[in-house]
């Protein structure tokens, strides 16, 4: 049996050997055969000129159709200049000094393919001294038969082209007998797939359009499969790690909680609420993603989930992602404990517990103070930022996480924390209001089981959502602050939004920031929903603190303005949201630290401006800080954005609808998947060369249930030593310590 471990040196020769390794790091015949073909095109096919975009590396099929040589003014040597055409646009080739060579070739009438990398020059498209292959002059005029054949292109590099690529392949897949296949033979045979060895010929060479199709689907399989299984056993690793058991108490604090809470719960809640007693009543960790809108009522949740805990004689430490967040949720989380979260004081009640905040920025009383409770036991509930990860935060009983919008926050951290409970692990409970498609849920968090909350609480307001266009109609702006105006007048708050702080480097925009603690957005994401293209002639977007002085003196001149951002030192940070959640202020000029979690009922209304800076999501949960309260919420996109560009299509989307699921599957249209995926999962999307995570939902679903049902099975995987095989490599890929840690 051929293996597709063969080094490629032995196969393709030392030389192309050597270009496929420094081009796509493509060392064995298996690499080179997963190294799929980009797209196809019929020999008769002519590329479309005119689609070309400056910059990319393409190959293009085109016809000869002028050629012109000249002797260049300033160097010695000769001009020469091919035209080539599809039938309707053109496109220059050009070459230097000894010509001849090429103009012999490339004679007027000649087909060919061409690689290069897109330029412009003189307002022209062309590619600088392209590589290129002719076909030949008897190619053109052949059967029908021959014009028909697929050509695969593959992304291919100036040193390793297309056609490169196409001969190795050609090569080894003449030498390539049977392989050894990672999907069991009765998989195969359920979900009618061929068998792998078919499938590299069928996305390599095939004869028609449909075998390639059949071919994509099944070595999407390969990618689905694999890593399913690989999520299976970690599931069923991490259930069978021992965990204490934190059962309900009856008559507990968690029962005088329930009785004092002054609303129902709404059914979601009761139903998530209900899982996640019975999860943390086992003796194996919970490892569950609690989803829902902003505002949907995960707090109570987690509180309630906390609370039973601690009638259980545990702790709970509740996680967020920034400091402002660990405050607001100490601020929310104390008063809806109320008396509950007084233990020691005058007015704690019989079984109160303590609810501890540690920061990385506070003082060093508190900090004691806190350090102690946590310590001691104390404090049932301890909230904090990363500062709680660090060494010398002791617990006495840590038995569960909260972690508060996953999405920022590294595996790492999640593990660090585990670390913290001695003995065995804690239970772990995430929370994220960013709605995330049930494949990337599989795909990403596969190792979590899920609770979603799907119905916001009784009496919520709806937020009604507009696009201002400020560049084609000026006066449109003038009336958003009007608008702003009005509100206050009303007594109620707003916030206004801003793309980037500001104040040190105007000309630096959001999108580029480096991602350290001086980066101009309190954004890591920030630009990423931006079409690349758009970037270089725009003015940067606007800040902070250049807007809040200009509206102080300007159209909101006489209100009482806050400024919010991340380069404020901690104090100042808090102050502001103080004063504006104790309607001290009335307008919060901010970054995106508004985003998440920030909860004032008071404040209706919001301005976003060059919303189209934003992603789709983001957007989304910025505006689910309005109407918390009994008020209808008001959001406002400013954009400059024409009607009919992408940006201003994203914008259209969000104000037209409120659900939060259609939004994130858009949103992912939108990036590209790596980005959704996080940094942490890069070795992830290398391994996923295929698989889509919106289109191919079904077949992950599919995937999943196989692998699952497999590893329940077989769960060291010992009568599938292909399979096993498989996630071996995979989990090289991808760097193994983050699959295995968690
Ligand atoms: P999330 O964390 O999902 O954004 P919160 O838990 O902060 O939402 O809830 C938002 C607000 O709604 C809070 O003020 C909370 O007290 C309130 N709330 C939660 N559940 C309910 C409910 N079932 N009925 C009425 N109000 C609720
Ligand atoms: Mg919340």
Known sequence: MASLEEPLRGVVGGKAATRAEKAFDLRTTGDLLRHYPRRYVHRGDLTDLASLQDGEQVTVFAQVAKVTSRRMQSRRGRLLEVTVTDGSARLALTFFNKVEFWERQLSPGRHGMFAGKVSTFAGKRQLAHPEFKLLGADDVGKAAEYAAELIPVYPATREFSSWDIEKCVRVVLDTLGEVDDPLPEALRQRHRLDGLATALRGIHRPADMAEADRARVRLKWDEAFVLQAVLAQRRRAAAALPATARPGRAGGLLDAFDARLPFSLTKGQRDAGGTIAGDLARAHPMHRLLQGEVGSGKTVIAVRAMLQVIDAGGQAALLAPTEVLAQQHYRSITELLGPFGQAGRLDGADQATRVALLTGSQGAAARREALLDAASGAAGIVIGTHALLTEYVQFADLGMVVIDEQHR????????????????????????????????????????????????????????????????????????????????????????????????????????????????????????????????????????????????????????????????????????????????????????????????????????????????????????????????????????????????????????????FRLSRLDLEQRRE???????????????????????????????????????????????PVLAAAIGSLLDEEQAEFLEKA
């Open 674 to 720: 790596g980005d959704v995926l996080g940094a942490a999962q890069a070795g992830r999307k290398r391994s996923l060369k295929l698989l889509t995570l919106l289109s191919d939902e079904t077949l992950i679903g599919q995937a999943r249930e196989e692998a699952t049902a497999l590893v329940d099975a077989d769960p060291e995987l010992a009568a599938h």
């Open 409 to 660: 926050f590294g595996v790492e951290q999640r593990d660090a924390l585990r670390e913290k409970a001695q003995g065995a692990p804690p239970h772990v409970l995430v929370m994220t209001a960013t709605p995330i498609p049930r494949t990337v849920a599989m795909t990403v968090y596969g190792d979590l089981d899920t609770s979603t909350l799907t119905e916001l609480p009784a009496g919520r307001s709806p937020i009604a959502t507009h696009v201002v266009p400020a560049a084609a109609k000026p006066h449109y702006l003038a009336r958003v602050w009007e608008r702003i105006r009005e509100e206050v007048g009303e007594g109620r708050q707003a916030y206004v939004v801003c793309p980037r702080i500001g104040g040190d480097d105007p000309s630096r925009p959001a999108g580029k920031t480096d991602g350290s603690a001086h980066a101009d957005s309190d954004d890591p994401e920030m630009g990423l929903g931006e079409d690349e293209e758009d970037w270089s002639p725009r003015r940067p977007p606007l800040a902070v603190l250049d807007l809040a002085p200009a509206l102080a003196e300007g159209p909101l001149a006489g209100l009482r303005l806050r400024v919010l951002h991340g380069r404020l030192p901690t104090e100042e940070k808090e102050a502001a949201m103080r004063a504006f959640a104790d309607g001290v202020a009335d307008v919060l000029v901010a970054t995106t630290v508004v985003e998440v979690g920030v909860d004032v009922p008071n404040a209706t209304a919001m301005v976003v401006m060059d919303a189209d800076r934003f992603g789709v999501s983001q957007l989304h949960q910025l505006r689910g800080r309005v109407g918390r309260g009994s008020e209808p919420g008001l959001c406002l996109l400013v954009t400059e954005a024409a009607e009919g560009t992408k940006a201003r299509d994203r914008l259209d989307a969000v104000a037209s609808t409120l659900d939060g």
